[in-house]
């Protein structure tokens, strides 16, 4: 029952400092800047959760991690804050294999130390906050460390599996990952107890290291379709800072002293910052200090811990990245937590006083840990306060001065999002003189659309435009000196916020884009359209149609067939020829006022249209056109459309109907704006229609001008000009349809009247037309047009 309890309390102690761990490495997690590695592994993941392998294959050695981030979907919102969640869970594991290993090295209240130094270490708490693919290695690591403690005891043969497992995971997260090979082999050198069972030990181990290969060879057999391509960096050694040790492979004594100097020049530095150097002491002091029966325990942690060590000072290029040796982090905890219980035994035993020895022993182990702990006080800077912490000058160049740091990032990306949440319409930040994967990292992939300066058609610019997306510029200026040019000539932008960097040398900058230049226009239209020169033939074509005689306005979208048609039409001074639209994207407004103004000087304009849609999707020129002027034909060449149109004018005559088309179209009335007519001049009429009720058919309009059995002019097509089919006509809605008809130039004076009437497209049957006064027909007749020489 006694020993029940005392588990409980064990296991109840552990959970509360794993807590305090996972807590302390999840607060405030946007508070530490963005690392360049974080953004290129967010990234990598990123791509993988959406099967799109444009990563390095294994994603350079880290691809357990992409592949353990992506099953989060780290798209958004938030992706950074997520990716890092996922290490600091995963890390866990290390704190509780501190404490299992600590517990192994004595006694719970051992373990209960080591993961309390474990959770509050600055340099696990500053890494495992992080998305890199060292705390993963050292997590499953760390794992591999307790089953190998664990697969020395009798009947544990089965724990070869886990083994396994966690060693394929750590070499999987980072191929560094194979250090904690070094392990096993001490655990047969020193925990076997015997030649034979140093014999069993090894052939465990074996087993346990094959089957790691195959699991790791598994799973990238599993996932070798995403693998990525190869960018020659595994094959050639040419990742991060660390190198073929010169001596090794070069021969070169001189440059390998020179690496050794360079490592302990800078060791100081991190290990002041990240361990805290009681802690080191203490750790180093647990093998001697130990009792005779833990020393092969200690021999077991310390060796391969330090024989890891000796590779990396010896391939250390000039600097050397302190989270390549978190993997020290779990076995100095656990030693030094050791030999804080063994210092507090051994100062018992030194008393005299048996009666007070057990104060004694507590009062130097409490103190001892108290200090390990106060001296890790760096921890909770790091946590909340990232950027007063002390940091090794690699560190805080990386995080907070360096040009690719992310500091003052997370505020610009934020301001955007908070802004543009338009998921139709999303908003495009271009990173210009940016690390495009630091800045990347804070934005919500799936609400913003994110590129690199140099990473994007210049013509996409046009398209964001025509779609409606705000588009910004993020950049890095120098403070007092003149910003680097734009990625793309022509851009008229508005700043919107500055923000001073940690280094104070320079300030992000964010801008948005609120137009284009005439020459960037140009641009954009020729890249979007036809371009007029392929053309030549139908604009030929298209001049030699127009009237040699009489003023005539020809308007053109897009802009860019005045190129075309200017020269050709140079000879004809009665033919004045304007563009209309010449914005991007189309500014509906200025296009309505500017055709206003041009209609109003002109009775007659014809409109050439190319691709009018690719600019103008709805169609607005042309709706324009409709709805104020009166439609009169329509010519093509080749894929260049022109439509002519007659000018507005006051009414002259007003026809009452009444009529009810089939059961759901009523004429109500039809207007004539034309006085008395001549040969050869246009009849303008506009058509009043209600819908009493909603109409699936696709009906046609005719109307005739007719004498007797003569049809002298004649109108047939759908309402406003094709744009208003009858089957998109809401109940009680109105609709005008107005348009013009060009009499012939023989045509005989006299009177004419109007025929007007529908039909099927499909079926071509006439609609039965129903009038006031109860007489029935296929179609109305009434006014009067006369016609005199």
């Known amino acids: 029952m006694l020993k029940s309890s005392s588990a409980f309390r ?17 607060v405030n997690l946007y508070g ?42 780290p798209l958004g919102p938030g992706p950074l804050w997520l990716g890092r969640a996922v290490i600091a869970l995963f890390s866990i594991f290390s704190c509780a294999a501190c404490i299992q290993i600590g517990k192994q090295l004595g006694s719970p209240a051992i373990g209960l130390s080591a993961g309390l130094l474990y959770a509050v270490l600055p340099q696990a708490v500053f890494f495992e906050r992080q998305l890199l693919a060292d705390p993963l290695m050292s997590a499953f690591g760390s794992l591999a460390i307790v089953m190998t403690l664990q697969s020395t005891k009798a009947g544990r043969r089965w724990l070869i599996v886990p083994l396994a497992l966690s060693l394929a995971a750590a070499t999987l997260a980072k191929f560094f990952g194979l250090v904690y090979l070094g392990f096993p082999v001490a655990a047969i ?37 995403l693998l990525g391509y190869n960018d020659r960096k595994l094959g050639s050694g040419g990742i991060g800072l660390i190198s073929c040790p010169p001596l090794l492979c070069n021969g070169d004594l001189v440059a390998q002293l020179q690496s050794f100097y360079e490592f302990g020049r800078n060791w100081p530095d991190w290990m002041s910052s990240y361990f805290n150097w009681l802690l080191v002491i203490l750790a180093l002091l647990a093998l001697p200090v130990s009792f005779s029966g833990r020393r092969k325990l200690c021999f077991f942690l310390l060796l391969p811990t330090l024989a890891a060590l000796i590779p990396f000072a010896a391939a250390t290029n ?63 800077t790091i946590a909340f306060k990232p950027q007063r912490a002390a940091l ?73 435009l025509f779609n409606g997306q705000t588009i910004y510029l993020l950049d890095d200026v120098p ?14 932008t508005e700043e919107i916020s500055r923000r001073l960097r940690q280094s104070t040398i320079s300030e992000f900058r964010l801008r948005k884009i609120i137009g284009v230049d005439s020459q960037l226009r140009r641009d954009i239209f020729r890249e979007f359209f036809i371009r007029p020169e392929k053309l030549a033939e139908d604009y030929l074509a298209l001049a030699n149609s127009l009237p040699q005689t009489g003023p005539l306005t020809l308007l053109v979208y897009p802009p860019t067939q005045l190129e075309a048609l200017t020269p050709l039409l140079a000879g004809h001074s009665s033919i004045t020829i304007r563009a209309v639209g010449d914005s991007w994207p189309l500014n509906v407004a200025e296009a309505e006022s500017e055709l206003l103004r041009l209609a109003a000087k002109n009775s007659e304009v014809r409109m050439v249209f190319l691709e009018e849609t690719k600019g103008d999707p709805n169609r607005a020129i042309e709706t324009w056109l409709n709805r104020h002027l009166f439609r009169l034909d329509e ?88 744009l208003r089919p009858t089957n998109t006509w809401q109940a009680g809605e109105r609709v005008v349809d107005q348009f013009a008809l060009r009499l012939p130039a023989d045509i005989q004076p006299g009177e004419y009247q109007l025929r007007i009437g529908m039909y099927d497209i499909n079926t071509q049957a006439r609609l039965p037309l129903r009038l006031p006064d109860g007489s029935s027909g296929e179609f109305f007749v009434g006014g009067q047009i006369v016609v005199s020489k």
């Open 10 to 26: 064990f296991w109840l102690a552990s959970t509360a400092i794993v807590w305090l761990a996972l807590w302390i490495r999840l």
């Open 32 to 73: 530490l800047p963005v690392f360049v590695d974080e953004g290129n592994h967010l990234i990598w993941a990123q791509s993988f959760s959406t099967n799109n392998p444009v990563y390095p294959i294994f994603m350079d050695g880290k691809f357990l991690m992409g592949v353990l981030v992506a099953l989060f979907h």
């Open 189 to 225: 050198i020193f925990l076997a107890q015997s030649w034979r069972e140093r014999q069993q030990l090894a052939i465990r181990y074996g087993l346990a290291f094959m089957l790691a290969v195959v699991i790791a060879g598994g799973f990238l057999l599993i996932t070798s379709p």
């Open 318 to 380: 000039g600097y050397f990245p302190n989270r390549y040796v978190i993997f020290m982090a779990v076995p100095l905890c656990a030693l030094a937590a050791a030999a804080v219980r063994t210092l507090s035994l051994r100062a018992q035993m030194l008393w005299p006083d048996k009666a007070r020895s057990s104060i004694i022993q507590f009062a130097v182990g409490g103190a001892l840990l108290t200090m390990l702990v106060a001296g890790s006080t760096n921890s909770v």
């Open 392 to 464: 090794p000058n690699l560190d805080y160049q990386g995080y907070f001065t360096a040009s690719y740091s992310g500091e003052g990032l997370p505020q610009m990306a934020f301001a955007i999002q908070a802004h543009d949440t338009n998921e139709q319409t999303p908003p495009v930040v271009i990173l210009t003189n940016v690390g495009y994967s630091s800045a990347a990292a804070y934005f919500d992939r799936t609400r913003v659309d994110v590129r690199a300066g140099n990473e994007f058609a210049w013509v996409e610019i046009g398209r964001w």
């Open 479 to 492: 403070v007092g000196e003149s910003a680097p040019p734009d990625p793309i000539p022509g851009l008229q």
């Open 635 to 722: 010519q093509w060449f080749g894929p260049v459309r022109v439509v002519s149109y007659a000018g507005d004018g006051a009414v002259a005559q007003t026809i009452p109907v009444g009529g009810q088309f089939g059961d759901a179209l009523t004429l109500e009335s039809v207007e004539v704006i034309d006085p008395p007519a001549h040969p050869g001049d246009v009849i303008r009429l506009r058509l009043n229609w209600r819908a009493d009720s909603a109409v699936s058919q696709q009906l046609r309009i005719f109307a005739h001008v007719f004498a007797g059995e003569g049809i002298a002019a004649q109108h047939d097509g759908q309402p406003a000009g094709e």
